[in-house]
Every structure is written in structure tokens, then in C-alpha cells.
């Protein structure tokens, strides 16, 4: 099963999760074997999926919560709260 890596971060981009922030995170979660989950307002989701990501309807300053369960969690984790600190790699 792997390791079991959980952690959070601050959504920080203006416009909230929306398409284009989403779409680099899934893009960028689909380059782990690890399962991973985002949490927000007691809605979990598959960090794997836009649709997912878009039903948590995250603003600006959300606490998400993400979770990885398997062999590269550790490395899941660390790589999308890099992302979300870069702000998805989106600038405007």
C-alpha cells in the first residue's frame, strides 16, 4: 500500500481553484502512482479528477487538506503544495 502522507495548503490565486489552476493540478497529480485526495468543507475528492477539484469550489484563501496513500505519497504531497505556492504556475 505505500505510505500515508496528509498535509494542507492555502488556496492563494485570486479567482479561487477554477479551470485553469485545476487543470495543473490534476495534470500534475496524474504523474503519481500514489491515490490522492483533496478535502474541503467535509467534501473529498479525487486529486486525479477536474471534475472533482471543481465541485470543491475552492476560493481565494480555502484550507484544503490533501492526502496520498501509496509508494510515492511523500513526493505527491511535497510537489503539489509546491504548486499551490506558485499559485498553479498561473499569471495574471
Known sequence: MGQ?????FVVLNDKGLHTRPSTELVRC?????SQITLSYRNTSVNAKSLLGILILAAERGAKITIEAIGPDAEEAVATLLQLAKNRFNIKY
Open 4 to 8: 500515508k502522507v496528509k498535509s494542507t
Open 29 to 33: 497529480a496524474a504523474n503519481f502512482t
